[in-house]
């Protein structure tokens, strides 16, 4: 008989029935204890805390007892709805879940590691790899003549400053500006951009014609917004890059940024080489 | 309800994120870093030092009435620009505005952003999904699109400025405070010395309506020197009278920068704006006017909601009166009562008359103007005018309905919203420093947008060609006071003598004519006078005085101009044969430009639909100066 019994659980498939009626029990009995494990909800000191700051960040002044009843109330009500929620599988495949996580994870990760106070030589070696940041637009210095059209016609105005041309066509700048009219702003003006050119002259021919008109030499008629002008370039200033010493804030501010770029890059990198990504929208078949 | 928790835990991250910084920075007031601070601000006060000054000054232009997204009402209407937008379009940017490339012909040399201070940045917080607000029910009702929605969260958030009592759910301290120094950091950033002037700067928007149960407006405008500003600004909430707005002044003044007060739209203000009592009903005395003066020097004479000059009502004989008229008080139908109290012109002839009687005038204002867009944007250029209330007058969408003119921002129909207006200031240099100071001189003037440069000069003893030369402004500098001062008392029987220029907008109209209007005042009773100094042309006076029209070249059809009548420069002189030493008088010039296209005039014919009905095809821009005064001596 005991023998009997012996080979009776020595049978590897009585053994394997056991076992598995072992596990069974186990495991609902796990199962029974996480699925009262999650009926309890428990509001602790913590919680309760929190909520009472969240209100007082939102509103400006501590809850009173009636509303911090409500608020508690209202967190169970709100976390017996989300489990449940969960257990639906509601926050699968959710468009909205999935992109605040992502958000949430990104807000996380982003500008975590603290940016290294750059010293001289870091802005300078910047500033010299990124030249381009730091360039000026191209700019203009001149003199010219003004012709009004005022108490006249600007075809007048315009013929005046023909007659002038022809005799200043060998002469250099100076004294120039007295064979035209009173002009009441400036007559020499340096490293004009043409936006500052439209603020000065007005959107008119007179700032393409700056950049293009010969140097050195009077030339025109041209048009501003106050009538006719000739015009003697004596330099432009290509799109130079503007000195070190002279932006040395801006060169800070943008390594800065370059640098915070840097570092979330690198972080996404390191993040992203733990996954094989795998494009099989790409495989022609 | 999941992400509400975590969002909570979110914002707490944020805020100890922003808290570790400040521990941080407070951390960095130790001995070691505070000299680094004091050689880098050394460092920036040498920079400033060597832009180079010009002692006979420079004109610069720009805005100082200015709304973001940040003010609660532009964001209920849709605007989402920041203070980095405005500066950045300021300074001749392209940005995008309401799906549309916005680009200004001409750059602006300084910009103030000046959102409400009432629930300042909050209606951006309860729509931002990441903010305090995100998962309540106001998050949904703002972010709604459906225009019922809409309504329900802009008369949500109205009711409080109305009542001028603010729900407290929405007076949310943190956000608003937090806001502030989004608006400081902004100016900061972008403040380049020599090159663009950026102001720290918020609105005051009192509009007490218990009288008569309609918004009678008494905003201010607040611009500080610098960056050493109080903690937040003080609101219509804590006080709606501008005597305690004088005293949040005058403590920020004894603790960090200098400020002032800038008051608009007395157009709207239903003669509360000048009126001969205070808010609480005492009658003024010196002290009150005292006061009043040393906090707000100037006020606005033009923006996008019309001009205070004066009303055609005042100013019976000025044939200009009636220009860029706006009257419906704000957020209701009913149009202001009262034109007395609500216009400079006749306010300068009341404050002469309480000067008699108190030893000191409460309306001795210097003039500027602003645009008090809610987009974000100085949008000023007529012909380049995209709109200036996002949604409400959205003119890259809806121009066809609004030019038929049934769309309405407070009441007014869009299409009577001006491009307008800009200040212009005499200043050594374009720096914090010279422009707030030229401000607090007065030294500035306002415009209807354009950018007319325009000087005025009074003295004793000018030669009547001394304009003429080609050093005249040194002269007149040596020899008497700029717009904004007073004339010192004359010896023996002299009468004042003016020396006005005026150069036009090189891209606008040019210059039908100079003014000069006198407001006088004497035993109690004040008269005015406009003078025509100088114009363009081979027009005469006529026998009583007045001068011809320039004429109009506007064809409206294709919204063109040309340039063929006025003049590029006026220069005038005058002598005033009027002058009795015994009276008190307010003497400014007003600058006229020919009749040019209305930016509503140029929509049409861009876009090929029927002019609009409602304001004119034509309009024509001015510059006002801030006045010169005369005290007779005791």
Redesign the interface.
């Known amino acids: 008989m005991t023998i009997k019994i012996k080979r009776f659980f020595s049978e590897p498939f009585i053994q394997f029935i056991i076992l598995g009626g072992l596990l069974f029990l186990f495991v609902s009995y796990m199962q029974q204890k996480k699925d009262n494990e999650a009926l309890n909800i428990n509001v602790s000191k913590e919680q309760v805390n929190q909520i009472i700051l969240n209100y007082k960040t939102q509103i400006g002044s501590l809850p009173s007892k009636r509303e911090l009843d409500a608020l508690i109330d209202d967190y169970i009500k709100e976390e017996i709805s989300y489990r449940e929620a969960k257990k639906l599988g509601l926050d699968h495949d959710d468009e909205i879940i999935r992109r605040r996580l992502s958000q949430k994870f990104d807000f996380l990760q982003t500008d975590l590691g603290e940016i290294k106070q750059p010293n001289e030589e870091d802005l300078l070696l910047f500033y010299n790899n990124h030249k381009k940041l730091f360039s000026k637009d191209s700019t203009v210095t001149f003199s010219h003549v003004y012709f009004s059209t005022d108490n006249s016609t600007a075809a007048l105005a315009k013929e005046r400053a023909v007659a002038v041309l022809k005799k200043l066509q060998n002469h250099n700048i100076a004294n120039a500006r007295e064979k035209g009219d009173s002009f009441p702003l400036q007559y020499d003006y340096v490293d004009q951009a043409a936006v500052d050119l439209q603020q000065n002259f007005g959107n008119k021919p007179i700032v393409d014609f700056l950049f293009k008109a010969p140097l050195k030499k009077w030339s025109g008629p041209v048009a501003s917004g106050y009538g006719w002008h000739l015009v003697f370039i004596s330099s432009r200033g290509s799109t130079g890059i503007i000195p070190y010493s002279l932006i040395k804030e801006e060169v800070k501010s943008s390594y800065m940024d370059s640098a915070k770029a840097a570092q979330n890059k690198v972080a996404y990198d390191k993040l992203a080489k733990k996954y094989l990504i795998n494009r099989s929208y790409l495989n022609s078949k | 309800?999941?992400?509400?928790?975590?969002l909570?835990i979110?914002?707490?991250?944020k805020?100890i994120h922003t808290g570790l910084v400040l521990l941080v920075l407070s951390a960095c007031g130790g001995k070691d870093s505070s000299k680094d601070v004091s050689v880098d601000t050394a460092q920036k006060t040498t920079e400033i030092d060597q832009i180079a000054e010009n002692p006979l000054k420079d004109c610069f232009f720009g805005d100082l009435h200015l709304h973001t997204s940040l003010s609660p009402d532009a964001n209920m209407i849709g605007a989402t620009s920041l203070p980095e937008d405005s500066y950045k379009f300021a300074m001749?940017e392209e940005v995008t505005y309401m799906g549309q490339k916005i680009k200004r012909?001409?750059?602006l040399d300084f910009l103030a952003v000046t959102d409400h201070s009432e629930y300042l940045g909050v209606i951006a917080a309860i729509k931002d999904p990441?903010g305090?607000?995100a998962g309540t029910d106001r998050n949904k009702l703002y972010n709604s699109k459906d225009q019922k929605d809409v309504a329900k969260a802009y008369a949500d958030f109205m009711v409080g400025v109305i009542a001028n009592k603010p729900s407290?759910?929405l007076?949310?301290?943190?956000v608003i405070k937090s806001s502030w120094q989004r608006i400081i950091e902004a100016a900061s950033k972008y403040n380049k010395p020599g090159k663009f002037t950026t102001f720290v700067g918020y609105e005051w928007t009192s509009m007490p309506s218990d009288a008569n149960k309609h918004s009678q407006n008494l905003h201010r405008c607040v611009i500080f020197k610098g960056e050493n500003v109080p903690q937040k600004p003080f609101s219509s909430f804590d006080s709606n009278d501008p005597e305690d707005l004088w005293t949040y002044l005058e403590n920020a003044r004894k603790t960090g920068d200098d400020v002032i007060a800038v008051p608009h739209n007395g157009n709207l203000s239903n003669g509360l704006m000048f009126d001969t009592k205070t808010l609480s009903g005492k009658p003024l005395t010196k002290a009150y006017a005292d006061r009043r003066m040393n906090n707000e020097p100037l006020t606005e004479i033009a923006q996008g909601k019309g001009q205070s000059e004066t009303h055609p009502s005042l100013s019976g004989n000025d044939e200009f009166a009636n220009y860029e008229l706006v009257e419906t008080l704000l957020s209701s139908t009913a149009k202001a009562k009262f034109q007395k109290g609500s216009y400079i012109r006749q306010a300068y002839g009341v404050g002469q008359e309480l000067q008699e009687k108190l030893g000191s005038n409460p309306f001795k204002y210097g003039l500027e103007g602003g645009t008090d867009y809610h987009s974000g944007f100085s949008t000023t250029e007529e012909s380049n005018y995209p709109g200036s209330h996002a949604s409400q007058d959205n003119l890259a969408k809806d121009y066809a309905t609004i030019l038929a003119a049934t769309g309405s921002i407070g009441g007014e129909p869009a299409t009577k919203l001006s491009a307008a207006g800009l200040t212009g200031v005499w200043a050594e240099r374009n720096t914090r420093d010279a422009i707030f100071n030229a401000l607090k001189k007065k030294e500035c003037f306002g415009t209807s947008g354009v950018?007319i440069?325009v000087r005025l000069f009074a003295g004793w003893d000018y030669a009547n060609n001394l304009i003429?030369e080609?050093d005249w402004v040194k002269k007149a500098y040596a020899g008497g006071v700029p717009m904004g001062s007073d004339l010192p008392i004359a010896a023996n029987n002299k009468k004042p003598k003016f020396l006005v220029?005026a150069?036009?907008?090189?891209?606008?109209g040019n210059l039908d004519r100079i003014q000069i209007v006198k407001v006088s005042t004497k035993n109690g009773k004040s008269t005015e006078k406009i003078f025509d100094v100088v114009w363009?042309?081979?027009r005469k006076l006529n026998a009583k005085g007045k001068l011809a029209s320039v004429g109009n070249t506007v064809n409206s059809k294709e919204a063109s101009y040309t340039?063929?009548i006025g003049?590029?420069?006026l220069?005038g002189y005058w002598e005033d044969t009027e002058f009795d030493p015994q009276a008190y008088v307010t003497y400014y010039a007003r600058v006229l430009e020919i009749p040019t296209p209305r930016w509503s005039t140029y929509l049409a014919a861009k876009h090929n639909v029927p002019l609009s009905k409602t304001v004119p095809a034509f309009i024509q821009e001015r510059a006002w100066t801030s006045p010169v005064w005369y005290t007779p001596a005791k």
């Open positions: 309800m999941f992400c509400i928790i975590n909570k979110c914002t707490m991250r805020i001749g012909v001409a750059p990441n305090p607000y407290p759910e007076n949310n301290e943190q950018r440069k003429k080609n220029q150069v036009k907008d090189p891209n606008s363009g042309g081979n340039n063929t003049a590029a420069t220069s």
